[in-house]
């Protein structure tokens, strides 16, 4: 996960500006939650004194030709990433804006083309809760995404967006509490992405 996300802020375009990245950054956050993230500056300074690990992994990345622009600076641009403070209101939009095929549904704004959309979804589905990531869709339904800090987004493409935060995390870095919240979200609406019933989004009924 974190060699990926390293990668991925290194082909962050233009390549070479720091700056410019980090602005890139940021906008995309803020249109697909439709506001603005803010950095938390303690979070950021200790991440980046003991992020070691991840050091590594960056240096590790350029060996093997897969990080594509100064290791240290992607680095430091995933470690800024990892410590923007985000409320769960804005990560339950931004779910939404994937469930509805990259237009923010709170701003009308569109975020990234349709065609995206359902590839951002897989990646959720398949990946999305670590090495629970197949439970987790087995029993839930739900694509969705975890963090570290507590919170979970869920995906059901063309009816929601939604997200559940509470800290507290199992042995695989999964909020507890927000995992059993969707679950209960999910069956008591009788959702599931594999089932074939559909929705009237303006009604709220069964198709």
Not at 149 to 168: D, E, K, N, R, Y
Request: hydrophobic fraction near 40%.
């Amino acid at each position: 996960m974190n060699a990926g996300a390293i990668t991925a802020c290194s082909l962050v375009e233009p390549v070479g500006d720091a700056s410019a990245k980090w602005k890139a950054i940021v906008d995309n956050m803020t249109d697909l939650m439709g506001s603005e993230p803010q950095l938390i500056e303690e979070l950021y300074h200790s991440e980046s004194q003991t992020n070691f690990d991840n050091r590594s992994i960056a240096w590790l990345l350029k060996q093997y030709d897969r990080i594509y622009d100064a290791p240290t600076m992607s680095l430091d641009l995933y470690t800024r990433q990892c410590s923007l403070g985000v409320t769960a209101r804005q990560l339950a939009i931004s779910a939404a804006t994937i469930a509805n095929d990259g237009i923010n549904p709170v701003t009308g704004k569109p975020v990234f083309d349709a065609r995206f959309a359902p590839q951002v979804t897989s990646l959720m589905a398949t990946v999305g809760f670590y090495q629970h990531s197949g439970d987790w869709l087995y029993t839930s339904g739900l694509p969705a995404k975890t963090g570290v800090g507590g919170a979970v987004i869920g995906v059901m493409p063309g009816l929601f967006g939604v997200c559940a935060f509470s800290p507290p995390l199992d042995d695989a870095g999964n909020s507890v509490k927000a995992q059993a919240a969707l679950k209960h979200l999910m069956g008591s609406l009788r959702l599931n992405v594999f089932s074939s019933a559909r929705y009237d989004l303006g009604e709220g009924e069964k198709a």
